[in-house]
């Protein structure tokens, strides 16, 4: 079966840029996740989907990340306006349903913001 | 609320030694655990995890952890390293209460020819 897609894998923007990733997770995975991973940290939880409804997105900074997944299939991650801090890596990852808990993760998308 | 703790930031060892990473995690009830590998430029592959049962998981590219609830801990074991398992490594966390799960900060293995 075919892997977490994710595009683009490098972006480089200027501060106040707007940008936007995309995910597309395993068939049939209902569960989708955005990590965020700084250089050297773990990745961190964004927010969290279950099909097209969120289930967390605490850890999500709202007044610049917004992220939906409209058909409970791709989903976007938009950064309005980026900021320096906003320089990491973006993982996507999904599990099949409630209870299966070993994640695929895509290859993600470098953002250097400047 | 779960936590992971990877102590070791950089940890070197020639090719063909052994290696052990230690994982420590905060959760009052059985956790379920993971190992990450994460190599340049790429995403995150699950070397092994523990959910229940057998104290000792064997995972892929020859790696074992094993899971001592009196100790907290869940350290990955490999005999003898390759110059390919060069990368970070990711310990990680979840509980049976939701689809969630922390990640450590990771340890970075560079492996000496």
């Known amino acids: 079966e075919a892997g977490v897609a994710q595009s683009p894998r490098y972006k480089i923007i200027e501060k106040r840029q707007s940008v936007a990733f995309w995910c597309n997770p395993i068939?049939?995975?209902?569960?989708l996740y955005w990590y965020q991973q700084i250089l050297g940290q773990g990745p961190k939880l964004l927010i969290q989907?279950?099909?097209?409804?969120?289930?967390?997105d605490s850890q999500l900074p709202k007044d610049r990340f917004s992220a939906e997944r409209l058909k409970g299939v791709d989903s976007t991650l938009k950064i309005q306006p980026a900021k320096l801090e906003d320089s990491a890596v973006y993982l996507c990852?999904?599990?099949?349903?409630?209870?299966?808990?070993?994640?695929?993760f895509g290859p993600g998308t470098r953002l250097t913001v400047t | 609320a779960q936590s992971v703790t990877q102590p070791d930031i950089h940890i070197t060892v020639s090719e063909g030694a052994s290696l052990e990473l230690r994982c420590n995690y905060s959760?009052?009830?059985?956790?379920?655990l993971f190992w990450y590998v994460q190599s340049p430029g790429q995403g995150l592959q699950l070397l092994l995890k523990?959910?229940?049962?057998?104290?000792l998981v064997q995972g892929i590219k020859g790696f074992e952890a094993e899971f001592k609830r009196s100790q907290s801990s869940f350290n990955l074991r490999k005999p003898s390293v390759h110059w390919s398992d060069a990368a970070e490594y990711f310990c990680?966390?979840?509980?049976?209460?939701?689809?969630?799960?922390?990640f450590g900060k990771g340890t970075r293995l560079h492996i000496l020819p």
């Open positions: 990680a966390v979840g509980t049976n209460r939701d689809d969630k799960i922390i």
């Open positions: 068939s049939g995975h209902a569960t």
């Open positions: 523990y959910f229940s049962g057998d104290t």
């Open positions: 989907f279950q099909n097209n409804g969120v289930v967390d």
């Open positions: 990852a999904s599990i099949r349903g409630t209870g299966h808990y070993e994640q695929y």
């Open positions: 959760y009052g009830a059985t956790p379920y």
